[in-house]
C-alpha cells in the first residue's frame, strides 16, 4: 500500500512531500564517522528515500523543490514523481516554477525524459548562480544534461532573495558550491541535503557524507542551518528524510541536536 503524502502548510503555502523512490547506497557512506557508531545505527548501510516537495500556492501556481532521479538513475530505485503528481490531478506541462536545492542526479535527473526533453516544459528552473557555473558544460552529469537541454528555462538567484509566496532562497553551500535550502515566512524550511541521516547528524552536525564536494564548508552550513531552526522554532523537512515522519523541529541535545514531531 503507498503510503500517506506527508502534508504541512506555510502560510499560504500547502507543503506536499513526495517520495520519488528509496537509494540503496550501502555501508561507506560516512567515511570519517566512528565506524562501530555507523554500523549500530546503519547495519545494512544508508538507504534514503528522495523526497520532491510540491509546493501549492493560494494562487494556484505550483512548484516543485527538485525532482528526484528519473526513471534511468540508479537503476530505477526512483522516478515515482509523474505518477504521484498524476494522482494529485497535476500534469508537468502545470508545474510553475522547479526549484532545485542542487544538480546532483537524484535531485536534477528527474527533470528530463529519457530522450532528453524537459519533464516540465512551462516551467522556470530556478537554481542558485553558483550551482549553474558548477555544473554548465559537464554533459557527464544529470547537471550539465540538465542545463545544456533547459539552458533558456534556467533563473539564477543569489542567497536571501525573494521567490515570491512568502520564500526567501537559503544558500547552504559545501554539499555542492550552490546547494541551498528555503525558507518559508510560515516557520518551515527545506534542507535539501544538508541532512542525509539524522540519526547519525543531529546528534553529531559534523558528520558528512561522502558525496560533499567541500565538508568542512558543508559542516559549517549543517551547524549553521540546524542551529537557526532550533533557535527559531522552525518545522523543517528534507530531500532524505526516510519514514513516515518528513516534517519535524529540533531541539538542542548536548552538543548536537534531536528531532520532534511539530
Ligand atoms: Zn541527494
Given at each position: 500500500?503507498?503510503?500517506?503524502?506527508?502534508?504541512?502548510?506555510?502560510?499560504?503555502?500547502?507543503?506536499?512531500?513526495?517520495?520519488?523512490?528509496?537509494?540503496?547506497?550501502?555501508?561507506?557512506?560516512?567515511?570519517?564517522?566512528?565506524?562501530?557508531?555507523?554500523?549500530?545505527?546503519?547495519?545494512?548501510?544508508?538507504?534514503?528515500?528522495?523526497?520532491?516537495?510540491?509546493?501549492?500556492?493560494?494562487?494556484?501556481?505550483?512548484?516543485?523543490?527538485?525532482?528526484g532521479c528519473g526513471p534511468t538513475i540508479y537503476a530505477g530505485a526512483g522516478g515515482r514523481l509523474p505518477g504521484l503528481l498524476d494522482g494529485l490531478g497535476i500534469a508537468p506541462a502545470e508545474i510553475d516554477r522547479v526549484i532545485f536545492t542542487h544538480l546532483h542526479g537524484d535531485h536534477a535527473a528527474g527533470a528530463l525524459h529519457p530522450d532528453g526533453s524537459p519533464v516540465f516544459p512551462a516551467a522556470r528552473l530556478v537554481m542558485h548562480a553558483a550551482e549553474q557555473a558548477?555544473?554548465?558544460?559537464?554533459?557527464?552529469?544529470?547537471?550539465?544534461?540538465?542545463l545544456a537541454a533547459c539552458s533558456d528555462q534556467v533563473e539564477v538567484v543569489g542567497d536571501g532573495d525573494t521567490l515570491g509566496q512568502g520564500m526567501t532562497t537559503w544558500h547552504l553551500p559545501g554539499h555542492t558550491p550552490g546547494h541551498m535550502g528555503l525558507r518559508f515566512d510560515g516557520g518551515l524550511v527545506l534542507l535539501g541535503d544538508v541532512i542525509h541521516c539524522p540519526e547519525l547528524q543531529f546528534p553529531d552536525p559534523d558528520i558528512h557524507t561522502r558525496y560533499d564536494i567541500d565538508p568542512a564548508q558543508g559542516d559549517a552550513s549543517r551547524r549553521m542551518a540546524l542551529a537557526t531552526i532550533a533557535a527559531e522554532g522552525l518545522v523543517f523537512s528534507a530531500s532524505h528524510l526516510t519514514g513516515a515522519q518528513k516534517f519535524l523541529r529540533l531541539e538542542v541535545a548536548g552538543d548536537g541536536y534531536r528531532s520532534v514531531a511539530p
Open positions: 500500500m503507498t503510503p500517506p503524502i506527508a502534508r504541512f502548510r506555510a502560510g499560504l503555502t500547502e507543503i506536499l512531500c513526495l517520495t520519488d523512490g528509496q537509494l540503496d547506497l550501502g555501508t561507506g557512506v560516512f567515511p570519517e564517522a566512528d565506524p562501530e557508531r555507523v554500523a549500530a545505527v546503519l547495519p545494512e548501510g544508508l538507504k534514503p528515500e528522495v523526497n520532491v516537495h510540491l509546493l501549492r500556492h493560494a494562487d494556484g501556481t505550483l512548484d516543485l523543490v527538485d525532482t558548477f555544473w554548465q558544460g559537464r554533459e557527464d552529469t544529470a547537471g550539465g544534461r540538465l
